[in-house]
């Protein structure tokens, strides 16, 4: 009877589940993602003296999860779209993860419009909420219509016709586009526009390489891999360019030039967005690494490497920037 060595049986070990380092990794950032906004509020407004809302945590947690839910079914599309456009593309797609971020952006909207229907502060039962007000104001009419877009886009999302999940979700965008900016601001409208172009831009950068990464995994190596990451990777360099624009922009209407340095380090608002730039900066390097991988190594799919480090810098990001906006805004001094 043939035995088998012992360097067979610890070959047959470990590759049997080639996932788990993955899986882990992945739990790892995702549980990182979720401590940045409910543990980020306390860290950012130390030694501030301002006030955060109720539950600002639990705001922050929620608005993170909802942009995440924004990038996902938009990367798709996006994805897709630059599939199309590659010459001898494989037929193999990954499975579409676009119903599950609409349910979970679904429950993400339900919480948050259950604060808006309590005054701002946060629900401890059912009699609490106040459904019929939130048709009375304009961030109730807002939260809802929230709501509802993410209930069509998860029907859509299962239709024959996923692809039409693209207008409730462009409806999300433009309802957080106007809360974001409410009529008491100076320039609301000039607000509203540059965060949704700064939105729209930062889900289609993220979740779009998300499904680049995906749909190469099916792929496997070859030619259309390779075009379909150099394609997304000139594209984001556009998307990267109207996200700093329009990010600077609004930060410098929020806090005018001459008072910037201060409320970086003095406001909870300044340091979340330093961080957050912070992080931008790292993803930036990261995507000129893939790109230069992806012009000069002799395997142009080696780009891939820096591309995943790339995705999990912008979970984080995501992750900050739903703490950014459960925070004070800074005072125009």
Same mark, same amino acid.
């Given at each position: 009877?043939?035995?088998?060595?012992?360097?067979?049986?610890?070959?047959?070990?470990?590759?049997?589940?080639?996932?788990?380092?993955?899986?882990?990794?992945?739990?790892?950032?995702?549980?990182?993602?979720?401590?940045? #906004?409910?543990?980020? #509020?306390?860290?950012?407004?130390?030694?501030?003296?301002?006030?955060?809302?109720?539950?600002?945590?639990?705001?922050?947690?929620?608005?993170?999860?909802?942009?995440?839910?924004?990038?996902? #079914?938009?990367?798709?599309?996006?994805?897709?779209?630059?599939?199309?456009?590659?010459?001898?593309?494989?037929?193999?797609?990954?499975?579409?993860?676009?119903?599950?971020?609409?349910?979970?952006?679904?429950?993400?909207?339900?919480?948050?419009?259950?604060?808006?229907?309590?005054?701002?502060?946060?629900?401890?039962?059912?009699?609490?909420?106040?459904?019929?007000?939130?048709?009375?104001?304009?961030?109730?009419?807002?939260?809802?219509?929230?709501?509802?877009?993410?209930?069509?886009?998860?029907?859509?999302?299962?239709?024959?016709?996923?692809?039409?999940?693209?207008?409730?979700?462009?409806?999300?965008?433009?309802?957080?586009?106007?809360?974001?900016?409410?009529?008491?601001?100076?320039?609301?409208?000039?607000?509203?526009?540059?965060?949704?172009?700064?939105?729209?831009?930062?889900?289609?950068?993220?979740?779009?390489?998300?499904?680049?990464?995906?749909?190469?995994?099916?792929?496997?190596?070859?030619?259309?891999?390779?075009?379909?990451?150099?394609?997304?990777?000139?594209?984001?360099?556009?998307?990267?360019?109207?996200?700093?624009?329009?990010?600077?922009?609004?930060?410098?209407?929020?806090?005018?030039?001459?008072?910037?340095?201060?409320?970086?380090?003095?406001?909870?608002?300044?340091?979340?967005?330093?961080?957050?730039?912070?992080?931008?900066?790292?993803?930036?390097?990261?995507?000129?690494?893939?790109?230069?991988?992806?012009?000069?190594?002799?395997?142009?799919?080696?780009?891939?490497?820096?591309?995943?480090?790339?995705?999990?810098?912008?979970?984080?990001?995501?992750?900050?920037?739903?703490?950014?906006?459960?925070?004070?805004?800074?005072?125009?001094?």
């Amino acid at each position: 009877m043939i035995r088998p060595t012992a360097g067979a049986a610890d070959a047959s070990g470990p590759e049997r589940r080639p996932g788990v380092g993955r899986a882990v990794a992945v739990l790892a950032l995702v549980v990182l993602a979720a401590l940045i #906004p409910l543990l980020g #509020p306390s860290a950012a407004l130390h030694g501030t003296g301002e006030a955060a809302a109720p539950g600002v945590g639990g705001v922050a947690l929620l608005r993170a999860v909802l942009f995440a839910a924004l990038c996902v #079914p938009l990367g798709e599309l996006f994805a897709a779209r630059l599939a199309r456009s590659v010459p001898g593309a494989p037929p193999a797609v990954p499975r579409s993860w676009a119903p599950f971020a609409a349910a979970a952006g679904f429950v993400a909207a339900l919480g948050l419009a259950s604060v808006v229907a309590t005054g701002n502060l946060v629900p401890h039962s059912l009699t609490e909420i106040d459904v019929g007000g939130l048709y009375e104001s304009r961030d109730g009419k807002l939260a809802l219509l929230e709501v509802n877009a993410f209930l069509v886009a998860a029907l859509c999302a299962r239709s024959a016709r996923p692809a039409v999940q693209v207008w409730p979700l462009a409806a999300v965008v433009v309802a957080e586009a106007l809360r974001a900016h409410p009529p008491t601001e100076h320039g609301p409208l000039v607000g509203s526009g540059l965060t949704l172009v700064h939105l729209t831009c930062a889900a289609l950068w993220a979740g779009g390489l998300l499904q680049v990464l995906r749909t190469l995994r099916h792929w496997g190596p070859g030619a259309p891999g390779a075009a379909l990451l150099g394609l997304y990777a000139r594209v984001a360099a556009v998307l990267l360019a109207a996200i700093t624009a329009t990010g600077v922009w609004s930060s410098l209407r929020r806090m005018p030039p001459g008072t910037v340095l201060g409320q970086l380090t003095d406001t909870a608002y300044g340091r979340t967005l330093l961080a957050k730039v912070l992080l931008v900066a790292a993803v930036a390097a990261l995507a000129l690494w893939a790109r230069a991988r992806l012009r000069r190594a002799p395997d142009p799919l080696t780009a891939c490497v820096p591309a995943r480090a790339e995705v999990a810098a912008l979970g984080l990001v995501v992750a900050v920037s739903g703490l950014l906006t459960a925070l004070p805004v800074p005072i125009r001094w």
